[in-house]
C-alpha cells in the first residue's frame, strides 16, 4: 500500500514531508496510510510571506471583493468535494458526517460571503456604531472604526472536523482581510490538505492568504506579535499551555478558544412519555451521542430529566441505541464508524472509566460489541455508552469528566431549579438544549443558565421540523461559551469578523470623519451638486452631494383629501378638538406619510435617467407635528454609497424635512438602485 505524504504549504511552495514526520493510521483498519510533519519547515518565513505579502493583498481588497472572494472559493470546493469524501472515510467518519464537516464547512463560507455584501461596506473601513456628538455645537465628533490587523491568524483546529473546522474559521479572517496559517490535528490532516490544494489549486486566493503546516508548529507561537491572532480548538489543557506561552502574554497576542465543554440536554417538566417532545429529546439525544462516534465538542454529555422519567428515558434511549450499527464508515447501512484512532479510544475508554466511579454503565459494552465489515480490535471503534448517575449532587466526576467519543449520562432532577443547578455544574458549555413547549421554563433556564453556556437551544413540536439540532453551529450564531468551554467566539456573524480586526476611536471634525469613514456625517461641508442628483449615475455622485429644495405648504384640504383617499382618518388629523386633548399635537396636524409624500414630490426628478428603484426607507423619525398653514422644505443628501455589481450600486441618501422656522419635522434615510 502506498503510503502518502501529507505535505505543507509554506510561502507559495509545498513542501514533503521530513525530519520528524509522523505516520497517520486509519481508523478503520489501524494500518498507516500516510505521514506528515517537518521539522526542517521555516515558520519565520512562513510569517514574514503572510505577513509582507498575503496581508497587504487581502487589505487591498475592499469587504466586498473579500465577500466575493469566499463565495467563488465556496463554490469551487463544492464542485470538488467528492474527493474529500473519498478519503474522509478513514477518519471513522459516515457519509452523513462528510455531509456535516464538508457541506456544513461550505455552507458555511457561503454565509460569511453573503453577510459580508449584505452587512459590511463596499470599503477598507468598518464603522462600529453611530457617531458620538462630543461638543456642544456638533464641530467635534467621535467615531469607532475597525481596520484589519496587519499581522497573521494562526488557525490550530481539531481532527474531528477536518474541512468545517478550517473554513469556519478562514471565512471571518479572510473576509477581515486578514491571512491565515492552517494547522490541523494531524491525525486527519490528510483531508484538510487536500482542501487546501483545492482552494490553491482554484487561483482564486491571492499569494499568502492561506499558508498550511501539516504535522507540528515548532516555535511559531514564539514568534507572534500583538498583530497576531492565535484561533484554537480542542483540550482545555492543551489551551492552557498555549495561552500561558510566555511571548503569547508578553506581547497580547490574541487567542480565541474553543475547547472541552460538558454540554448538556435537559428533558423539560411537560415533555412526558406520549407527547412529541419526550420522542424528540431521545432522538436528539441518540444522534448526538453518534454522529462522528460522538467526536463533536457540541455533543451532548450530560442528560438531564425529571427523576421519575429517568427510566423512560433510558428505556427510550437504549432502544434507539440498539439500532445505531457500528462498524466500517464506507458500508452504507451502519449508522456510526470509527473514533479517529486507537489512541483517541484508548482515551476514550480511560475518561468512560472514571465517569464508571460515579454512574453504572447502563447500555454499551465495549468489550463485547458488533461491527458490521469491520475488525473492531484492529480499527478504532466503541458502542455507544449511556451511563446513570444516581446521585448527581454528590458527583463531581460526571460533571467535570469528557469522554470525547459515544460517552453520556443521565441523571435525575427534582424540579427545574435543580436541572439548571446541574448544567451549570459543567462550569461553562458550549451548548445546553431544553425540550420543552413550556416558554416559562425557557425564560427561566435562559435566566438561571445563560450565563454559563454559549448557546442555548430549545425545541418542541412547534420547531422540530426546521430546527438544525443541538449539536449544530450556525455561522449565523456565536460559537463558544464561558469557562470550561474556552471563554472564546467563533462566527456569529460580523461578530467573529472582528475577531481579526482592531477596534479604534476616531475623534475630529465631521469632515474629517466623513473622509475616513467614506460615509456622509452630519454637520460636514455641503457638497454643491452641479445637476439634479438623480441625474447622475452611482459613480458620477460624491458623498455629502446635497440638494435643498423648495417649499410647499401643507393646507387644511390637503390633509382632508389624504384622509380621504387613503382611508387614514386618525382622530389627530380629523378631530380638531380631540386631537388638542393630545399632549403631542396642538390641534390637527399632517398625516406623516403625507409629508413623506409631499417630499418626494420636492425632491423627485420625474424624468427618465440613472435611478433605477426606490428600494426602501429606513430610519424614520418625525420629530415636530406639521400644521396646515406650515411650509415643508427638503434637504437631500448622498450618504453612502455601495456597489451591487457592474451595472448597478445603492446609493442611500440622508432626507431631512423642516418648516417655515427651520424646525426639524421629519428625518430618514432613502435607498435607491442607481446605474452604475
Known sequence: MTIQKISSFAAGAWISPGAGARSISSAITGVVIAEAGNDALDVQGMLDYGRIVGGPALRAMTFHDRARMLKALAAHISRHKQALYDISFDTGATQSDHLIDIDGGIGT??????????????????????????SRNGTFLGQHVCTSLQGVAVHINAFNFPVWGMLEKLAPTLLAGVPAIVKPATSSCYVTEACVRIMIDSGILPAGAVQLISGGTGDLLDRLDMQDVVSFTGSARTALALRSAPNILENSVRFVAEQDSLNASILGPDAVPGTPEFDLFVKEVQREMTTKAGQKCTAIRRIMAPEDQVEAVIKALSARLTKTIVGNPRDPNVRMGA???????????????????????????????????????????????????????????????????????????RDLGHAIELINRGQGSLVASVITRDVDVARNVVLGAGAYHGRLYFNNRDSMKESTGHG?????????????????????????????????????????????????????????????PFTRTFTELEIGETINTAAREITLDDIEHFAAFTGDNFYAHMNDEAAAANPFFPGRVAHGYLLLSFAAGLFVEPNPG???????????????????????????????KTRRNDDYGEVRWHVTLTNQDDDLVAEYELLTMNEY
Not at 475577531?499 to 471634525?509: D, E, K, P
Request: with cysteine; proline share 7%; charged share 20%.
Open 109 to 134: 463560507m457561503f454565509v460569511f460571503a453573503s453577510k459580508g455584501r449584505r452587512e459590511m461596506p463596499d470599503a477598507h473601513i468598518y464603522l462600529d456604531g453611530e457617531v458620538e456628538q462630543l
Open 339 to 413: 473514533l479517529v484512532s486507537t489512541a483517541q479510544k484508548a482515551d476514550v475508554l480511560a475518561q468512560a472509566a472514571i465517569i464508571g466511579t460515579e454512574a453504572t454503565r447502563v447500555f454499551g459494552d465495549p468489550d463485547n460489541f458488533e461491527t458490521l465489515n469491520a475488525d473492531a480490535n484492529k480499527g478504532a471503534f466503541v458502542p455507544p455508552m449511556l451511563f446513570h448517575c444516581e446521585a448527581p449532587d454528590t458527583a463531581q466526576r460526571v460533571h467535570d469528566t469528557e469522554a470525547f467519543g459515544p460517552v453520556s449520562t443521565i441523571m435525575g432532577y
Open 472 to 532: 449544530s453551529p450556525l455561522p449565523h450564531m456565536v460559537h463558544g461559551g464561558p469557562g470550561r468551554a474556552g471563554g472564546g467566539e467563533e462566527m456569529g456573524g460580523i461578530r467573529g469578523v472582528m475577531h481579526y480586526m482592531q477596534r479604534t476611536a476616531i475623534q475630529g471634525s465631521p469632515d474629517i470623519l466623513m473622509a475616513i469613514g467614506q460615509q456622509w456625517v452630519s454637520g460636514a461641508t455641503e457638497v454643491r451638486a452641479p445637476t439634479h
Open 610 to 640: 440613472p435611478v433605477l428603484a426606490n428600494t426602501g426607507l429606513e430610519n424614520l423619525r418625525f420629530m415636530k407635528p406639521a400644521v396646515a398653514g406650515d411650509n415643508i422644505k427638503v434637504r437631500l443628501t448622498v450618504k453612502k
